[in-house]
């Protein structure tokens, strides 16, 4: 016992120490978040014998954390929904519902930083709405994609649940920055010098109200809300641009009032990749979404393929997105949210390092959707959304065999009809009794098996049949 | 076949010799006999060879080969299959389809009834022998009742209203709102009636110096205030105490006040009327109360969950209607098990379900599935309903049954589906959905099996008397 917990400590110590790098290095304004993470193995260690708890194994699997770890062959052990420990040799409880991943990869689920219609057909009032039995939501979870943006909300493809699926709300507030407006772009200076205008004055009063109680509160009239909200930090401000001139003019600003702008489009970005970076600009980019140079500008612009490499290099943390959010079946294959995985392909043939690439439809989405403290890498004490996939999660050829959300299966290529007759699963590679969480763990099948029971049982999976033949079939 | 001839059945053709006239008009009164080859009766499973002895509209008795007193009328069909007469619990055959607004829960379909409707006397020479009307609209319109289909007036037609309230559930914030909402009234109207109890009670002790044991009375009714403030009104069951006071409704303070001798201070202690509700909360006062329960419509999956989601931790009784379109994709939510819900599942809470006997395919497949059937095996009781309200779906109904049961679904269970669950969901299940002595004597006589396609309805008998079908001896 003693041993085991040492070596869940010592898992735990080292997820620790790598992630915080990455962590302290990309995501300065989000400090606190960091500090949650210790919380849960103590709670685990505890070991209150609550009858509520529900354990959750992936066995076996290598796991690609999202933080440029790779542990191979290591077991992933959830509790409750929440990653409790990953390593080797873990005591996985007998109650545990268990996958076998062996010969997979275990990714952190994927972040569509957003989509369109996978919550179902409103695009509001999510924890009223929200459709989890709906194909196009099988769909992403068969891409990958555990969490989206969807609106200005973050909500979880949670399955088999109502409950909870939004993570955050009201996260974007929009604002146009445009060379063909230029009164817009006027008006909005205006407001963002109103509104700092307003704080300084507002703290001013604070400090002095302490010795001055008749001091009267500093009047709001005027101010922008929205401008307000973000420069407190409240709201992010989302740009949609491309154009260079008009990205410079969007760093400035940011780098006069102090915020960090998300900007969509991003496209020339590359041309100005220092002053993104130094402005603290987050962008989300479509690798490859394609641009023409203005003929009448004398410097470097059009759409590039390296820019998202050198928006990267230059400290820009880099979202990737689908050229289009939804599912869509029309116009040319590829490039609709089913492919986000293979969008950040076309970034690493551009350079952009593979970890940069994973992590920009991972954490970095989470990131710049504030929910980077629950999702976006595999670490103890997040959420325990989980993608293993047969292969390289960028690799075109990769399927996802299961998506897991919240430590339940919410998908299974073998069970849902879309994509289980290619490549089906080689029962060599799975080779207990594919157990997806849909039945108890059978007592007397399990414990030990080696792989010499494993290939006993390969040829029959007549009888596992013939045992759920009598419950209603289920997609096939 | 003539091994069922027993003497009796000598001795009662003689004395149908002798009547030798047609017997349709004069069934009505005294006891009569009926014998068939085959009584399929769903609660006791197939009789062969089945007297069913009928008086005054119910079934005095059914058994195999019973023995048939002299002097009863007997009808003899050793040809025929009796099974009992069928339910569909939810109708509006020969209503219109106004529907009501939203929310108007105090809304009742029996308003609508209309005893000449042709549809609605046609459908029981299909069989149907009970209805489920419901009020049109979507949202909560409202109250529905069980009726038999045949009848002079309204009054005669109805068995029980209200049946169940129905409510229609979709996922959106609307629906959820309601339903939350509405309850939210009923705790209002809770609070009320609590405090006017501690005013009577307060105004009481006023007039009357009392002694401990009544303080002792008042805090045992205080707890029990919010299930029994709507006793007010139906008046069917607080028939269990003979009291004098017909005021005296407060079954909970008068088991209280067992011990006292004073008849006036008895009366006085139940004479607390607690306000009445509104129009509005006065069904869902009722469902708290557990008198009387939902059938939620649901259309899809999600329903079901924000359904649960939105009722929270109300415990009221209710069943669901499945609206079974093609592509429905409702069995996810069959049962916990399969797809590892968070909550329970509709078979898991026994429902009824009230389905249109349907097969259906997985969404974007041509895959059948017969979601009637993995609905049943998943625990719900399954009631049948045409699948339109449509006269030809009802004649076509047990032919479309058949369908399922050639798609895997068991006989019996199909049966239940066409009868007593249907029965029970209306909460008359004790008086029609089956052959069993005591009930109501609603037959359908058939020529042969039920989900045979060449079988046809020869006869149907509602509460005793033959209604359709040439029937002499």
Known sequence: MIQLDLTRRLALVATLAVSALPVLAQDGEKPAETKEKPAEPADGEKKKEDEEERWFAIQNGDVYTGTGEVLRGATLLAKNGKIHSIGYDLYVPPDAKTLDAKGFRLYPGLVAISSQGLLGNASSDFDDTIDPFNSRMILALGTGITTTGAGTAAVKLKRFSVDGAVVNEKIFSSFSWSNSNPRVKGELRDKFVAATNYLREYREWQRKVKDDKTLAEPNKRGVDNTVLAVLQGEQTAKFVSNDRDELLGIAHLAQEFGFRPVIEGCQEGWTIADELGRAGVRAIITPRDRRAKDERQVLAGGASIENAAILHRAGVPVAITPAS????????????????????????RGGLPERAALESITIVPARILGISHRVGSLEIGKDCDVIVTDGDVLHYKT???????????????????????????????????????????????????????????????EPEEKGDGDEPKKDR | ???????????????????????????????????????????????ENAVILVEDGKIVTIGEDLPVERGVQV??????????????????????????????????????????????????????????????????????????????????????????????????????????????????????VKKAREKWDKDKDKDKDKDKDKDKDKKGKKDEKPAEKPAEKPAEKTDEKKMADPDAQDVGSEAAQEGKTDAKDEKKADGFVPPAPDDKSRSFVEMRAKKLRALVTLAGAADWLHWLDALGKETIGFDVRLVLNQDS?????????????????????????????????????????????????????????????????????????????????????????????????????????????????????????????????????????????????
Request: glycine content about 10%; aromatic content about 8%; some cysteine.
């Open chain 1, 325 to 348: 959010e939804g599912v869509d079946l029309s116009g040319l294959v590829g490039r609709d949210i089913m492919h986000l995985p293979l969008e950040p392909g076309f970034a690493v």
């Open chain 1, 399 to 461: 399927f996802v065999q299961w998506a897991v959300v919240d430590g339940k299966v919410a998908y299974d290529k073998e069970k849902e009809l879309f994509f289980a007759h290619i490549r089906p699963r080689p029962e060599a590679a799975a080779p207990k009794k594919i157990d997806a969480g849909e039945t108890p763990p059978d007592p007397d099948a399990k414990p030990d098996e080696t792989d010499e029971d494993v290939e006993k049982k390969d040829g029959e999976d």
């Open chain 2, 1 to 47: 076949m003539l091994r069922s001839q027993s003497i009796l059945f000598g001795a009662s053709t003689a004395l149908l010799a002798l009547a030798g006239e047609p017997l349709a008009a004069s069934f009505g009164n005294g006891p009569l006999a009926i014998r068939v080859g085959r009584a399929e009766t769903v609660t006791k499973g197939v009789i």
């Open chain 2, 75 to 192: 009808i003899d069909r050793p040809q025929w299959t009796v099974m009992p007469g069928m339910v569909s619990s939810y109708t509006r055959i020969g209503l219109d389809s106004e529907g009501g607004d939203d929310m108007s829960p105090d809304v009742k379909a029996s308003d609508e009834l209309w005893p000449k409707s042709r549809d609605m006397r046609k459908v029981v020479d299909y069989g149907f022998t009970t209805l489920g009307v419901y009020p049109a609209g979507n949202g909560i319109p409202g109250l529905a009742a069980a009726i038999r289909p045949r009848g002079e007036t309204v009054a005669e037609m109805i068995l029980k209203d209200p049946a169940y309230l129905k409510i229609v559930m979709r996922s959106d914030s609307a629906s959820k709102k309601r339903i939350r909402d509405a309850f939210a009234k009923v705790d209002e109207y809770e609070e009320k």
């Open chain 2, 329 to 473: 994709d409702i069995y996810f939510v069959f049962d916990k098990k399969t797809y590892d819900l968070d909550a329970d599942g509709i078979g898991d809470r026994k429902v009824h379900a009230v389905v249109e006997p349907v097969l259906t395919f997985t969404p974007h497949t041509r895959r059948l599935r017969n979601l009637p059937m993995e609905l049943a095996q998943a625990g719900a009781k399954v009631c049948f309903t045409p699948r339109t309200d449509n006269l030809d779906n009802y004649k076509e109904f047990l032919g479309h049954v058949s369908e399922l049961i050639g798609a895997g679904m068991t006989r019996d269970v199909a049966l239940r589906a066409l009868t007593q669950n249907g029965a029970d969901l209306l909460g008359v299940g004790d008086r029609v959905g089956s052959l069993e002595k005591g009930k109501d004597a609603n037959l359908v006589f058939l020529d042969g099996d039920p989900f045979q396609p060449a079988t046809r309805i020869q006869a149907v008998m509602l509460d005793g008397r033959f209604v359709f079908g040439e029937v002499d001896s």
